[in-house]
């Protein structure tokens, strides 16, 4: 038996305060706090860490607050297409969804496939018929759709036609959550609408399994955020894990060399959420902040978005 922990994040698009009303710094607040406690029930009630991560996403997909499900950011042609995977640490069983344009909860499609095991990736429509032949609920894509996310696309055209600079806000989003159950397994899950403009069936790191997800029993869970295609090209789930597992780098040098060096380089806005084997936890990133969410050993949990820390109530 081990220790329990959880962390989550809801991507490093989070820019100066006054970006957001408090309405929505609160409401953001409240709904990670609502996935670190739907995540940590499933730990509590001695449940595997791939049921934490996937019940803790689920709760992120289903928020407006986040670009994943209901809120996920519109591509250049305003369609959403939505990625997700997750990845069993204990077993190295994974599942990933592509370009689904349907699926209301692609985490749950990513797991449903994972279990399935004829295929690690599916991709567009055939995703999204693989989900409706498993019964899982597929929306019109209206249902993904806010104000938000509208006025996030016009703005991003208006940046490309004044050949101007958008945000970290602008860019990034995707939720992801990393576990360690009691008997030691860790597990990783990443779901994302990519990012705003994105070209027409561009797949980002997110479902890429190794890249913005990655998880592996004695090592670490990774799940990341930020411009995808660097994490792609680094590995970059992998590659904390190698550094961990062959350069003996704790989890904490091995993920802050990643954001702060490596891919700092490039000047893409990154962060990401591991957790070792014995549960620590990191959540590095280089944006102006991270939407981000813990549970301690001895079961405290708290939320931040900058530099301040929220405390919240698990039960
Ligand atoms: N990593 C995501 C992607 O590239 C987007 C993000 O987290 O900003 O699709």
């Known amino acids: 038996m081990t220790g329990i922990a959880l962390a989550i994040h809801g991507g490093c698009g989070v820019m100066s305060q006054d970006t957001m009303t408090a309405e929505e710094w609160d409401g953001a607040r409240r709904d990670m706090a609502a996935a670190l406690r739907a995540g940590y029930a499933q730990l509590k009630a001695g449940r595997h860490a791939i049921d934490a991560v996937e019940a803790a996403v689920l709760v992120m997909e289903d928020s407006a607050h986040f670009n994943a499900g209901h809120g996920a950011a519109l591509n250049e042609n305003g369609v959403h297409e939505l990625d997700a995977s997750i990845m069993n640490g204990a077993t190295l069983e994974a599942g990933a969804i592509s370009a689904s344009r349907a699926i209301r909860n692609p985490i749950k499609a990513a797991r449903v496939l994972m279990e399935d095991g004829r295929a ?3 991709t567009g429509p055939a995703a999204d ?3 409706q032949e498993k019964g899982l609920q597929l929306e019109p894509q209206s249902y993904f759709t806010t104000p938000k996310r509208v006025e996030a696309l016009a703005a991003m055209k208006r940046h490309a036609a004044a050949g101007t600079e958008a945000s970290e806000n602008e860019k990034h989003g995707t939720v992801g959550a990393v576990a360690l159950d009691a008997a030691g397994h860790l597990a990783a899950a990443t779901s994302t609408g990519g990012y705003t403009n994105k070209p027409d069936g561009r797949v980002g790191d997110s479902p890429v399994i190794g890249a913005g997800t990655y998880a592996r029993d004695g090592v670490c869970a990774v799940s990341g955020t930020g ?3 660097l994490f792609i090209r680094y590995v970059l789930g992998h590659e904390i894990a190698s550094r961990i597992a062959y350069l003996k780098q ?3 040098t091995a993920a802050e060399g990643l954001i702060n060096e490596d891919l700092a380089r490039h000047q893409i806005g990154a962060g990401l959420i591991a957790i070792d084997a014995e549960g620590v936890i ?3 990133y280089n944006t102006p902040g991270m939407f981000r969410g813990w549970v301690t050993p001895e079961g405290r949990a708290f939320v931040a978005t900058h530099e301040e820390v929220h405390e919240v109530e698990l039960f």
């Open 120 to 122: 690690v990736y599916l």
């Open 129 to 131: 018929r693989f989900a």
């Open 227 to 229: 411009k995808g295609e």
């Open 250 to 252: 704790d989890i904490a």
């Open 282 to 284: 990191v959540a590095p």
